[in-house]
């Protein structure tokens, strides 16, 4: 079960596991693989491009006469065997967005969860005493001081959407120079980064935002 911890690093007990990331989903690697892919796909600007030799300008000339120089014959020194010349199946604009319908991404997202939540590697942070005001406060927190986080895996910080201005905010900045750490919202978190990190802490309002939202999703 995961446990629930105050600002000040200190087990305070263990919360349930919600139903929906109790159950296994080893059967879902395929989709997970398929929403990372989108995931990361999907942000690619595509603006890659080249000229083909009828693009390239110049070369309408043909270089030397067909036979009798010795030479290989040309027709253009825009053809791609020249330099400055047009490029063979080279790159041109397209979009890499990959499409995924509604219910293989939540099936993703609740399986890369779930997985997290068996391997407790999932913790809850009690933010109703927030008074963290420096990164050695977080890297306490986290790992027991800042140079305890050699041996300690890379956490990923996630805060409701409805906290950004009261505990957000503050997470950003006192933890923006904390390496191995990453800090999101709940309405921003995806399944890469779920997978990325090794550690989630969630505060108790992200966990419960997220539950609800992926069972509205079910129904």
Avoid at 80 to 102: A, E, I, M
Avoid at 191 to 212: G, H, N, P, Y
Wanted: hydrophobic fraction near 35%.
């Amino acid at each position: 079960m995961p446990a629930l911890i105050d600002v000040a690093g200190k087990i305070k007990g263990d919360e349930p596991v919600p139903e929906i990331f109790a159950t296994e989903y080893g059967d879902k690697l395929n989709a997970i693989f398929r929403a990372v892919q989108r995931e990361r796909s999907s942000p690619r600007a595509g603006t890659a491009s080249t000229l083909h030799r009828d693009e390239v300008r110049g070369g309408g000339k043909k270089p030397w006469r067909q036979k009798g120089t010795g030479r290989a014959r040309q027709g253009s020194i825009r053809s791609p065997q020249w330099r400055h010349g047009g490029v063979v199946f080279g790159p041109k604009p397209r979009s890499y967005v990959s499409d995924l319908n509604k219910k293989e991404r939540r099936i993703a997202f609740i399986a890369a969860l779930a997985d997290r939540f068996q391997k407790d590697a999932v913790t809850f942070l009690d933010v109703s005493e927030f008074n963290l005001t420096k990164t050695r406060d977080l890297a306490a927190l986290l790992y027991g001081g800042a140079k305890a986080r050699k041996d300690r895996p890379a956490t990923l910080l996630i805060y409701a959407q409805d906290e950004h201005g009261s505990i957000g905010e503050k997470l950003h900045l006192i933890g923006r120079n904390l390496q191995g750490v990453g800090i999101t919202h709940a309405g921003a978190l995806d399944v890469k980064d779920v997978l990325k990190f090794s550690r989630l802490v969630f505060t108790t309002a992200a966990c419960d935002e997220i539950r609800k939202r992926l069972e509205r999703g079910a129904s």
